[in-house]
């Protein structure tokens, strides 16, 4: 069980993020760049001190900051998988393995420790090569096996996938999602990939200018977004509003109609292909219907995501049959409708 | 695309700078009586300069190594109030006079001298005008090319590697000696090679400091230089051993390890 309280200042950025971890689990912080994910792994690790808060693993504290108590870097049970893996250029790929073992006082059998290891991600051919002869994929495993090779009771990887390139990255990632299952300690990955935090994590968790967004499985994160940054991942419309009697005071300016009972403070999340346009105002029921003017016309593969100003301002996608047929242009003003039941609202 | 003709100008003037060092090389080589050369060489005297010069050229280095490594990791590595200045007090060796580094090493050690006359008459140890006075002498003017050397060499190695290891569990000294210094080896080799070039050509500080004294402070740079008041022939011949010895050493390491960042 890992609790942990982190709160510090480095440079512009201002972090507070509280975070647990169950044993076993698999957690990615997912967030853009500058966030603070790799400044959280690496407090977490002892390498950032922390200025409020407390670091607690398995019930043994390894820093609070009221007590000033602080365990180091080397004397906690943490694993640290690097971004750039960080492998050792001058020593063997058996002896990087073996280096934590030999740290820590164990350097008896630590080659036929190291070789298992290596055994297990794959590469036992590769003991004795050098890094430098490795894959990116490889280096990966290596530096995951140097990590897991001392037992830790927690498993840090700082965007594990981000130093490979497109083409291995597929398949890096499935055999990181194998060998991460057979480690039984608690995982943090970070990442900026959500492709990645929802391939290889049981939990996410958002974090964004320092501060955590949202928490939950994949499915609950994607499917009720709390923020702006995992909406525009999911690719959808999230708009923040007031709810009462169906309908929806958007923050933002304008009303929309809502099939759903929720009331209070809520968000309301619009698919953009249930957002249909028209040139001229629509006739019809109970919809949601307002001109706006379009900001940009963005080609994806077979659909087109139109962005419109309005109230709300949201993006539609449609088929490039539509965007003909309507001749819509950047700047040029459209109709859009919305069903009140295409909308999914939750409290805020 | 053809590289653009150089200025005549600036080609004339670079030409006269390699004349300028190639023409005293120049000048040994024709004055060097060749027939003569080995009897030249193989005298006592001769011998005993160079084999003393080698052992004090090496003992400079060792204890250069010795000192000046974990000098050049604080100093890239322990920021500290004064650290610009204490870096510039151990890098003047560079630019002082090594003569006025013999005399301020007598202040310090000689039997009068600020430790010297505690050494003397607390532990009986007399170091001006000893072997040891050579080394010292030698380490005092050439150890600051091996610090500054691996200071660079430091400060370029990746931190991160440092903080990797860890986070493996190695307290620092660990670190330092199986992380840090096989990272900086060609530094480390670099700044040993310069360190015992610049030992190996010592004169001022030695000659005022330890003295010239046959088989126990007379270097071979000494020895040259006594040998022109005597046997010019013996001077022109070890000139030359000293020459020839420092510039295959530049030439071997010319850009693997001397690179100017």
Redesign the interface.
């Known amino acids: 069980m890992l609790r942990a309280d982190i709160q510090l200042r480095l440079g512009t950025l201002d972090l507070a993020v509280a975070l647990e971890a169950a044993p076993g689990e698999v957690v990615a912080v997912l967030g853009p760049n500058g966030a603070g994910k790799t400044t959280l792994l690496r407090a977490l690790?002892g390498?950032v001190p922390i200025a409020r808060g407390s670091v607690v693993l398995d019930d043994v504290v390894l820093e609070d900051a009221a007590a000033r108590s602080y365990v180091?870097?080397?004397?906690?049970p943490?694993?640290?998988v690097?971004q750039?893996y960080?492998l050792?250029?001058?020593?063997s790929v058996r002896d990087n393995v073996a280096?934590?073992l030999r740290?820590?006082g164990r350097g008896r059998g630590a080659d036929a420790v190291a070789e298992r290891w290596l055994e297990r991600v794959g590469l036992a051919a590769y003991a004795d090569a050098r890094p430098s002869a490795l894959s990116g994929g490889q280096a990966q495993r290596v530096a995951l096996a140097?990590?897991l090779a001392?037992d830790p009771r927690l498993l840090l990887l700082d965007e594990p996938l981000a130093a490979l390139d497109a083409s291995t990255r597929v398949s890096v990632r499935r055999d990181l999602a194998r060998d991460l299952r057979q480690f039984e300690g608690i995982r943090i990955l970070v990442t900026h990939d959500p492709l990645d935090a929802i391939a290889l994590a049981d939990r996410l968790v958002i974090i964004e200018g320092g501060r955590v967004l949202q928490s939950g499985t994949p499915a609950e994160v994607t499917q009720r977004p709390r923020s702006r940054y995992v909406a525009d991942l999911v690719g959808v419309n999230l708009i923040r509003g007031h709810a009462l009697a169906g309908r929806i005071a958007l923050d933002g300016g304008g009303t929309l109609i809502s099939s759903d009972a929720t009331e209070g403070d809520v968000f309301a999340v619009v698919y953009p292909r249930s957002v249909s346009l028209h040139s001229r105002q629509p006739e019809g029921t109970p919809r949601n219907v307002w001109r706006g003017r379009i900001s940009a016309i963005d080609q994806q593969g077979d659909r087109v995501r139109v962005a419109v100003d309005g109230e709300p301002t949201l993006v539609a996608e449609v088929t490039p049959a539509a965007v003909r047929e309507l001749t819509l242009a950047e700047g040029g003003e459209v109709w859009l409708s919305l069903k009140a039941t295409e909308i999914a609202v939750y409290p805020a | 695309m053809r590289a653009a003709r150089p200025p005549a100008a600036i080609v004339a003037l670079a030409a006269i700078g390699v004349a300028f060092f190639a023409l005293p090389l120049i000048g040994l080589l024709y004055r060097m009586s060749w027939s003569s050369a080995l009897s030249d060489l193989a005298t006592p005297e001769a011998l005993s300069a160079l084999r003393l010069s080698l052992f004090v050229s090496f003992a400079a280095t060792a204890l250069g190594l010795l000192l000046g490594v974990p000098l050049a990791w604080v100093y890239a590595r322990v920021p500290f109030r004064g650290r610009d200045v204490v870096r510039a007090l151990t890098t003047l060796p560079m630019v002082l006079p090594p003569v006025v580094g013999g005399v301020a090493l007598l202040v310090a050690f000689g039997r009068r001298g600020l430790i010297g006359e505690w050494l003397d008459v607390g532990l009986g140890i007399r170091i001006p005008f000893s072997t040891g006075a050579a080394v010292l002498a030698a380490t005092f003017v050439s150890m600051p090319f091996l610090v500054l050397t691996v200071e660079a060499g430091i400060r370029s190695v990746?931190h991160?590697?440092e903080?990797?290891?860890?986070?493996?569990?190695?307290?620092q000294w660990?670190i330092f000696r199986?992380?840090t210094l096989?990272?900086v080896?060609p530094s480390l080799f670099a700044g040993a090679v310069l360190c015992w070039a610049r030992a190996l050509g010592e004169f001022g500080a030695t000659i005022t400091f330890a003295g010239n004294l046959p088989g126990v402070t007379q270097t071979l740079p000494l020895a040259v230089y006594l040998a022109m008041e005597t046997r010019p022939e013996v001077a022109v011949a070890l000139s030359l051993v000293l020459l020839l010895v420092s510039l295959g050493i530049l030439v071997a390491l010319r850009d693997r390890y001397l690179r100017v960042s």
């Open positions: 690790a390498l180091p870097p080397e004397r906690r943490i694993g640290v690097f750039s960080l050792f250029p001058h020593l280096f934590g740290a820590r140097r990590a001392t | 990746d991160r590697y903080e990797a290891a860890r986070t493996l569990g190695a307290g660990r199986q992380v096989p990272l080896a």
